[in-house]
């Protein structure tokens, strides 16, 4: 069974820059489409970004456009989430998520839980100054 494993999160300042890794031992990732979510204390999970599988699309939330990158490196089989300008608010537990149905080839992928079937444990991120 594909097992997500996220890594990268930390303790960064105000403004700074994280790069998190999303990659699953024994699975290429690249035919599946990955989302990442995250999730702070005391709310609900929040979407934040995917990339399509085939296409290669990709969406990002509102909350972090312009600040955050998702990319896919398929010689590493790992999927990435750039994230620059951090925010205090970004702090969140991270998540890594596989979809493993099968939708239309050239559709966008979608930031929602249940579109996808696999999750990873989460990552913590920290922005404090």
């Known amino acids: 069974q594909l097992q997500p494993v996220e890594s990268g999160g930390g303790l960064v300042q105000p403004g700074g820059s994280l790069r998190l890794s999303c990659a699953a031992p024994?699975?290429?990732?690249?035919?599946?489409?990955i989302g990442w979510f995250r999730q702070a204390p005391g709310k609900e999970r929040e979407g934040v970004s995917c990339i399509s599988s085939s296409a290669g699309r990709t969406n990002l939330a509102d909350s972090v456009k312009g600040r955050f990158t998702i990319s896919r490196d398929s010689a590493k089989k790992t999927v990435y989430l750039q994230m620059n300008s951090l925010k205090l608010e970004d702090t969140a537990v991270y998540y890594c998520?596989?979809?493993?149905?099968?939708?239309?080839?050239?559709?966008?992928?979608?930031?929602?839980?249940?579109?996808?079937?696999?999750w990873g444990q989460g990552t913590q991120v920290t922005v404090s100054s």
């Open positions: 024994g699975f290429t990732l690249e035919f599946y489409a």
């Open positions: 998520a596989a979809r493993s149905r099968s939708y239309p080839a050239q559709a966008a992928c979608v930031i929602s839980d249940e579109w996808y079937d696999y």
